[in-house]
T-cell receptor
Framework: DVKVTQSSRYLVKRTGEKVFLECVQD?????MFWYRQDPGLGLRLIYF???????EKGDIPEGYSVSREKKERFSLILESASTNQTSMYLC???????????????FGPGTRLTVL | KQEVTQIPAALSVPEGENLVLNCSFT??????LQWFRQDPGKGLTSLLL?????REQTSGRLNASLDKSSGRSTLYIAASQPGDSATYLC???????????FGKGTRLHILP
């Protein structure tokens, strides 16, 4: 089974801190994604990556950056955390697209971040 | 811009009933459509994926249908059980390569 792990289930940080959220997948997937999920707003894509050292902005990249130095690891960075970044953060990975019913995204368990 | 809508936002049904969850999308030129399940405070699990050339997919008590021309998909759950209680999300991809667009989900509660 594909496994996507996230470094923390719960995290509490203070305004202005630099925050690192780590995501690791064990299936050699090329594509990785970071989302945030908020009540009433659903899932919103922050950043994604097609390959090592490659990154693309999603719908809401402001206030975030990412790093992908190794294929299995995709990090989300909050340079200076703010209270409006309190949210559930979900990481996902996906193999290279093909005509297959298994070409879905596999999600980690999520990190609930609270910024005080 | 593609928009995915799921109505209702929440639904409660007695155990044992068959039920249908609805998803609509504004741009019919999709590449594929997926249904996910999310338990409270957890990540998403893919249930069914339908390619644009397909009309339906089945897995156990779940059946998902796709009508591209009308911009609709349904997820049919047969003989519902309390363990089916979760939020169900519909999501579409517009092409092979990148992001998928999620609906906001239907929160399903099966009453014992």
């Amino acid at each position: 089974d594909v496994k996507v792990t996230q470094s923390s289930r719960y995290l509490v940080k203070r305004t202005g801190e630099k925050v690192f959220l780590e995501c690791v997948q064990d299936m050699d997937h090329e594509n990785m994604f970071w989302y945030r999920q908020d009540p009433g707003l659903g899932l919103r894509l922050i950043y994604f990556s097609y390959d090592v050292k490659m990154k693309e902005k999603g719908d809401i990249p402001e206030g975030y950056s990412v790093s992908r130095e190794k294929k299995e690891r995709f990090s989300l960075i909050l340079e200076s955390a703010s209270t409006n970044q309190t949210s559930m953060y979900l990481c996902a990975s996906r193999p290279e697209y093909g005509e297959s019913s298994t070409d879905t995204q596999y999600f980690g368990p999520g990190t609930r971040l609270t910024v005080l | 811009k593609q928009e995915v809508t799921q109505i209702p936002a929440a639904l409660s049904v007695p155990e044992g009933e068959n039920l249908v969850l609805n998803c609509s999308f504004t741009d019919s030129a999709i590449y594929n459509l997926q249904w996910f399940r999310q338990d409270p405070g957890k990540g998403l699990t893919s249930l069914l994926l339908i390619q644009s050339s397909q009309r339906e997919q089945t897995s156990g008590r779940l059946n998902a249908s796709l009508d591209k021309s009308s911009g609709r998909s349904t997820l049919y759950i047969a003989a519902s059980q309390p363990g089916d209680s979760a939020t169900y999300l519909c999501a579409v991809s517009m092409n092979r390569d990148d992001k998928i667009i999620f609906g906001k989900g239907t929160r399903l509660h099966i009453l014992p």
